[in-house]
């Protein structure tokens, strides 16, 4: 989900509750904060030699000891106001940083809207060969130890 899609689904739906949803189908605890948020900017090199360049708009959400705690559609906009000096733009892909067993990034795949709650709903990230033509690497599989990629 790009972070303009974001903004604007908050918007439409201030009074309404904000939620996450794990890639395993649990929902984050509803007493989570929304701790930072941030422009993340990687540039990496691939096996291959090519440089790539990857942004995305991260939220950080962390679980904190105030059960009563509850984060409204209306207050995150509102906190992603505050962001907008930081943020160049609102094309940027979004995730959130999650801490359960370990801290994790999770993309948001989708978004779903009921009566009382807006829901991100988020994915998993996966490793891959970016340089996939160089390795040799038939298609369907991965660079593994062994295989002469990387």
């Known amino acids: 989900m790009k972070l303009a899609q974001f903004k604007a689904l908050l918007e439409s739906n ?21 701790t930072e948020v941030g422009f993340v900017s990687k540039t990496f090199i691939d096996c291959g030699g090519k440089v790539h360049t ?63 709650a807006v829901t991100l709903v988020l994915t998993t990230k996966h490793t891959d060969c970016l340089a996939k033509d160089l390795c040799f690497v038939p298609a369907g599989d991965s660079c593994a130890p062994g295989s002469g990629c990387c």
């Open 54 to 116: 990857q942004q995305t708009c991260q939220l950080q959400a962390w679980l904190g000891p105030d059960v009563d705690h509850r984060i409204e559609a209306g207050k995150m906009a509102d906190i992603l106001t505050k962001a907008t000096a930081i943020i160049p733009h609102d094309f940027l892909d979004l995730e959130v940083e999650y801490e359960d067993e370990v801290i994790s990034q999770y993309p948001v795949a989708d978004a779903n809207v009921t009566e009382t």
């Open 14 to 34: 201030r009074n309404k509750q904000f939620l996450l949803q794990l890639p395993n189908g649990k929902t984050v605890p509803q007493a989570f904060h929304i």
